[in-house]
Nanobody, 117 residues
Framework: QVQLVESGGGSVQAGGSLRLSCALS????????MGWYRQAPGKQRDLVAS???????NYADSVKGRFTISRDNAKNTVYLQMNSLKPEDTAVYYC???????????WGQGTQVTVSS
């Protein structure tokens, strides 16, 4: 059973920083992509950043230059360093893993990030 456990959310003032962590546990045949999505109230869940097993990164335009995704393969953990946070970054952040030939999705439980002005 694959599980994703997130940590690191919280409240911060605009301009501040937070670091999210997501640890994957369980047996995975092939871990293709790990990433972060976010969902603000009344909005859809959108990709924030992703990192493939080959090292390819993908960022939402709104976070480029401010957020950095990284991965510790030995620990099956992915991180999201968030700098220069803005109130519009406020959302629940979800960790995602895509595994196997079919790129099956697994999701974490979500962690709240609140940025005040």
């Amino acid at each position: 059973q694959v599980q994703l456990v997130e940590s690191g959310g919280g409240s911060v003032q605009a301009g501040g920083s937070l670091r999210l962590s997501c640890a994957l546990s369980g047996s995975v045949f092939r871990l293709n992509v790990m990433g972060w999505y976010r969902q603000a109230p009344g909005k859809q869940r959108d990709l924030v950043a992703s990192l493939s097993s080959s090292g390819t990164t993908n960022y939402a335009d709104s976070v480029k230059g401010r957020f950095t995704i990284s991965r510790d393969n030995a620990k099956n953990t992915v991180y999201l360093q968030m700098n220069s946070l803005k109130p519009e970054d406020t959302a629940v952040y979800y960790c995602n893993a895509k595994t196997g030939i079919s790129y099956r999705d697994y999701w974490g439980q979500g962690t709240q990030v609140t940025v005040s002005s």
